[in-house]
């Protein structure tokens, strides 16, 4: 495996559901730079379209004249993903994840997002201030649920 390089970038683009792609793939793309096998970097994506996807349905209820910037930052131990924004805020302590049992026996449809996205990443937080911010974390060579 060859020695990861450390870096940061920052993308900032419009609250439109077309960008959600580009900037998947630069999540994808980034996991791998940072050393990720592609499985993994696959989930790195699902997360970050998943996290992009609610900041534009919720956050801005869909209004296509906003921003979001997402930051990745490589350094030798992880891969950090933070999706900044200024609409409603998500808190720690409102998220709910789905009672599995009762989703599949109700047929819903949709309502996963924040449950793949802590199952796929290590680390998961949401900050609330001037901008608020999904933060996501993903270690290398950690033994985690979201690695399989």
């Known amino acids: 495996m060859h020695e990861i390089q450390a ?7 419009p609250s439109q559901t077309q960008f959600v792609h580009m900037v998947t793939m630069v999540a994808n793309n980034a996991a791998t730079m ?3 096998e592609r499985s993994v970097a696959g989930k790195v994506a699902i997360a970050t379209d ?3 996807t609610n900041v534009i349905r919720h ?23 933070e999706i900044f924004h200024t609409g409603r805020p998500l808190r720690n302590e409102s998220i709910k994840l789905p009672d599995m049992e009762q989703y599949i026996a109700e047929r819903r449809k949709g309502g996963l ?5 802590t199952k796929f990443m290590d680390e998961v937080d949401y900050h609330v201030g001037k901008e608020n911010c999904c933060s996501m974390k993903k270690y290398r060579k950690r033994d985690h649920a979201g690695d399989t």
């Open 50 to 52: 998943e996290a992009v």
């Open 34 to 36: 940072a050393g990720f």
């Open 7 to 13: 870096g940061e970038i920052e993308v900032t683009f």
């Open 113 to 117: 997002g924040l449950l793949l996205i």
């Open 59 to 81: 956050a801005y209820n869909n209004k296509p004249d906003k921003q979001i910037k997402l930051k990745i930052t490589i350094s030798a131990e992880s891969l950090t993903l």
